[in-house]
């Protein structure tokens, strides 16, 4: 199985900052078949980016995503005070679906 | 509005057996392909299990296969996944979630997703 390794493992940043994320596969992941969701405390995942680039329904546009291949970055332009959450990628090209183990984006 | 409220859960011996359930209302239940995806406290995501819209084709991770049974009822909207020879490392959160996209279109992305509940397997 696809095995993805996110960093930073926590990431200290400000309000109105850049945070920039990445997700490494193990192996190329088939048609960049990537996801972001972002999860708060007692909270569901939320699903950010799917397909790589694609902002999932609702998602504010300072939430993008690139990368291809083995590389995939998750990028939030102007952190709001909600953005401070954990966040994990998920690969879906091969099976089985498998996750990060994620990223905490703390206030600094 | 779209949602998925699950029930079941709880606390369970080693060994033991526990039936957990989702209700699904405000989209075309029997569109979607259905998962199962657990957390361990404090660890992070794992899916779990997945049935096709009709119900055809079910799914497993190697953790669960064998133990885990995954089924619908597409008459009554609802999802459930029968957990049995439970073991310490089963303990988590576990989430029913919806498929991205709809019916041979499944992705095994997960754009909605239950409150979660809590299986605790005490050894």
């Known amino acids: 199985e696809i095995v993805l390794t996110q960093s930073p493992g926590t990431l200290s940043l400000s309000p109105g900052e850049r945070a920039t994320l990445s997700c490494r596969a193990s192996?190329?992941?088939?048609?960049?078949?990537l996801t972001w969701y972002q999860q708060k405390p007692g909270q569901a995942p939320r699903l950010l980016i799917y397909g790589a680039s694609s902002r999932a329904t609702g998602i504010p546009d300072r939430f993008s995503g690139s990368g291809s291949g083995t590389d995939f970055t998750l990028t939030v332009s102007r952190l709001e005070p909600e953005d401070f959450a954990m966040y994990y990628c998920?690969?879906?090209?091969?099976?089985?679906?498998?996750f990060g183990q994620g990223t905490r984006l703390d206030i600094k | 509005e779209v949602q998925l409220v699950q029930s079941g859960g709880g606390l369970v011996k080693s060994g033991g057996s526990l039936r957990l359930s989702c209700a699904a209302s405000?989209?075309?239940?029997?569109?979607?392909?259905m998962h199962w995806v657990r957390q361990a406290p404090g660890k992070g995501l794992e899916w779990v299990s997945s049935i096709t819209s009709a119900g055809s084709y079910m799914y497993y991770a190697d953790s669960v296969r064998g133990r885990f049974t995954i089924s619908r009822d597409n008459a009554k909207n609802s999802l459930s996944l029968q957990m049995s020879s439970l073991r310490a490392e089963d303990t988590a959160v576990y989430y029913c979630?919806?498929?991205?996209?709809?019916?041979?279109?499944?992705?095994?992305?997960?754009?909605?997703w239950g409150q979660g509940t809590l299986v605790t397997v005490s050894s």
């Open positions: 405000g989209f075309t239940f029997t569109s979607y392909t």
């Open positions: 192996q190329t992941v088939n048609n960049n078949f």
């Open positions: 979630a919806r498929d991205r996209g709809q019916y041979n279109d499944y992705e095994d992305t997960f754009d909605v």
């Open positions: 998920q690969q879906y090209g091969s099976s089985p679906a498998t």
